[in-house]
């Protein structure tokens, strides 16, 4: 009996550690997108940025929730502090952002989240474009930042 009480208890730790740290979830709109981890733990700063887009930007939030999958947090690409999307990992984005930079991990997700619909629109890769959707949010957010 004990053994089946400690199995439960290390379940739910487990499926809390789960849902709170690898998943964004948002159930009013059905948002799922997961967070891939890396070293820099950025997990929760993802999260607080995609909470504030949501409250700034709700319209772009949406559209990141319906083309976004995966939020990878390794730098690979797009170097510290930046992001990048490749061609044909449709919904993967990388974003590297360092623990607490809410709004540049914002911003890094909505400026690939352009790169990803410019892919999928057929279009070039164009950074004019995606630097404006990056700056609107800069400067729509920054009156939510602490
Ligand atoms: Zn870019």
């Known amino acids: 009996m004990k053994r089946i009480v400690y199995l439960v208890i290390i379940l739910l730790v487990l499926n809390y550690v789960r849902t709170s740290f690898i998943y964004y ?57 930046g992001g990048c999307y490749r061609p044909g990992t449709e919904g993967r984005i ?24 410019q892919q999928e629109e057929g279009r070039p890769f164009e950074e004019n474009e995606c630097y404006a959707a990056d700056d609107v949010i800069f400067s729509e957010l920054a009156q939510f930042e602490p």
């Open 94 to 117: 990388y974003v590297s952002t360092a623990q607490g930079a809410v709004l540049e991990s914002a911003a890094i997700i909505v400026h690939e989240l352009c790169h990803l619909k």
């Open 25 to 81: 979830k948002d159930p009013f709109i059905d948002c799922k997108i997961r967070i891939a981890t890396s070293f820099e733990f950025s997990n929760k700063t993802i999260k607080a940025g995609m909470r504030a887009l949501k409250f700034g930007q709700p319209e772009v939030y949406k559209e990141v929730c319906a083309k976004v999958k995966i939020i990878d947090t390794a730098t690979a690409c797009g170097g510290f502090g």
